[in-house]
């Protein structure tokens, strides 16, 4: 079975462009999360999708920031305008509830540079 | 603020040294547990987990025992490799998500 899917792997931009990161879950999996890693702050959540809807966006830094989940095999996050304290490696992650485990399938990530 | 702490790195190493990375929570109840792991350029990949009280995980070489008594969840390995090069992430089980500590970054030399 494929693992999460992520894509692009690799993004550099300039100052001011929209940026949009996808995201494939496994199938089956009822949770989506997005997460941000930097240096500086370490593992963020951003936001966390059940069966589609956005349960939790506490963690997405400002209204630049904004994701969506058409349906359950997809998953966006976008940043309008992008700005270079943007940089850096953002996660997917699914799950399936009633695991009873909460365990968490991550993506590969993707690396985003913003000059 | 967060209910996982683990121990700062980087934690420098020889080959086959003993390793040991703490972990501690605070939890109501008693959450699943887990080390995650993450090496140079990739994503997190789950290493153990346990799901109740003395239970011990264990992956790869590597344990770790749910101890409700002290809140923890400390990672071992008896004899590391350079190739257990990484970071390592202790996590807790909460409603519907995780809580990660900050990462612990593991150097193995030869």
């Known amino acids: 079975d494929a693992g999460v899917i992520q894509s692009p792997r690799h993004e550099v931009t300039e100052m001011g462009q929209e940026v949009t990161l996808r995201c494939k879950p496994i199938?089956?999996?009822?949770?989506l999360f997005w997460y941000r890693q930097t240096m500086m702050r370490g593992l963020e959540l951003l936001i966390y999708?059940?069966?589609?809807?956005?349960?939790?966006d506490s963690g997405m830094p400002e209204d630049r920031f904004s994701a969506k989940m058409p349906n359950a095999s997809f998953s966006t996050l976008k940043i309008q305008p992008s700005e270079p304290r943007d940089s850096a490696v953002y996660f997917c992650?699914?799950?399936?509830?009633?695991?009873?485990?909460?365990?968490?399938?991550f993506g590969p990530g993707t690396r985003l540079t913003v000059l | 603020g967060n209910s996982v702490t683990q121990m700062e790195g980087p934690v420098t190493l020889s080959e086959e040294a003993f390793l040991t990375i703490n972990c501690t929570y605070t939890?109501?109840?008693?959450?699943?547990l887990f080390w995650y792991v993450q090496y140079p350029g990739e994503g997190l990949q789950l290493l153990l987990k346990?799901?109740?009280?003395?239970d011990k995980g264990s992956n790869k070489g590597f344990e770790a025992t749910y101890r409700k008594e002290t809140t923890s969840f400390h990672l071992e390995k008896g004899s590391v490799q350079v190739s257990d090069s990484a970071v390592y992430f202790c996590?807790?089980?909460?409603?519907?998500?995780?809580?990660f500590g900050t990462g612990t970054r593991l150097l193995v030399s030869p």
């Open positions: 992650a699914s799950s399936r509830q009633g695991t009873a485990y909460n365990e968490q399938f």
């Open positions: 199938s089956g999996h009822d949770y």
């Open positions: 999708f059940n069966n589609n809807v956005p349960i939790d």
């Open positions: 939890a109501t109840g008693y959450p699943s």
């Open positions: 346990a799901t109740k009280a003395d």
């Open positions: 996590a807790r089980g909460g409603f519907q998500k995780l809580v």
